[in-house]
């Protein structure tokens, strides 16, 4: 367990430098003596307790064209050098003029904030839509927002910050923005109380994904994967039933459950494009497909099912807004078995270690850092 610090030690015993994972190019992460950040004003120092490594952190290590930009017109997002991490749970530490008592937070609490920090003045902030911000400054890729790999952290002004509930173990707070993401991708699905929704993926953010679905009591809950142990947990997580398309023919039984019609709402969150074709098989006419993944290569499937076809409603999905609230609440209730689901606390020094897990996937659900 960690040791939590209580409020005047915790402000008394800031440091003048700190342990940080720093990006400075694919495959070029460095751990680093940098210095504490102080918080200016509006802004709050934390104190990290847990970091959590996402896929995301594993194709940004390999160098994926999507972050690091490509020849063939894809900008750059990552700003290195910059310290890398969006997931995490910490400790309040420190505010800066005008902070105190933001987000109804004191110096000891426990705390989340979204992954995104919205400008609040482009086009999509100014619609609603402040996940989709211009200029997407999310922790652990651009300048104004380091992030989570280190030490301490510095919550800028215009940061989304969510206290967490006395009573819930804070370590599981960790989990919180990936399940952010479950949340907002069932949102998406709208479910409806007659539908057969299935799940494809069971990995940490698929989990979040049948235990989101669950608390719509769809009439038939679904999960496919292809290790057992994960299609063990999803059932855990409320799934009425799990396939293995390894084992059998995924697409003929969940047919043959619905009257050879298919399911309503398919959500694809395994990253391999076979399961995108499984989905379009699989799903019924006017059926919802959810799109979760982030693919390492283009996708190629018949694009006529979705029109002529199926009449499909095909929906995307990108982070988890207006999710915290409910991903926090998912966790205090105990709707997951999150000491199973955090597979791994690894201190920082083993960040590569805690990388490699990630992506090759086989032997880890959610793997986190203790700096
Ligand atoms: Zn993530
Ligand atoms: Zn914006």
Known sequence: MNIQSNPETLAQAIPETMKAVVCHGPRDYRLEQVPVPKPGPGEVLVKVILAGVCASDGKCYDGAPKIWGSNDGQGRYIE?????GHEFVAQVVQFGEGAEGRDGLKVGDHVCSEQIVPCGECLYCKEGLYWLCEPHDIY??????PGSWAEYMVFPRKALNYKLPEGMDPEHGVFVEPLGCAVHTINRAELRFNDTVVIA???SLGLGMVAAARMKNPKRLIALDLHPARLDLAKRCGADMTINPREEDAVAKVKELTGGYGCDVYVEATGAPRAVTQG?????????????????EAVTADWSIIGDTKELDIKGVHLSPYAYETAIRMIAEGRL?????????????????????VIDGSSSLKVTLRP
């Open 80 to 84: 290195p050098p910059i310290t890398v």
């Open 140 to 145: 652990g890729f651009h300048q104004r927002t």
């Open 201 to 203: 993926g069971c990995g």
């Open 280 to 296: 379009l098989d699989m799903i019924r006419k006017r059926g919802r497909f959810i799109e979760f993944s982030v693919f390492r």
């Open 337 to 357: 078995p999150m000491d199973e689901i955090i597979t791994h606390k690894l201190p920082l020094e083993e960040f590569e270690l805690g990388i490699q897990m």
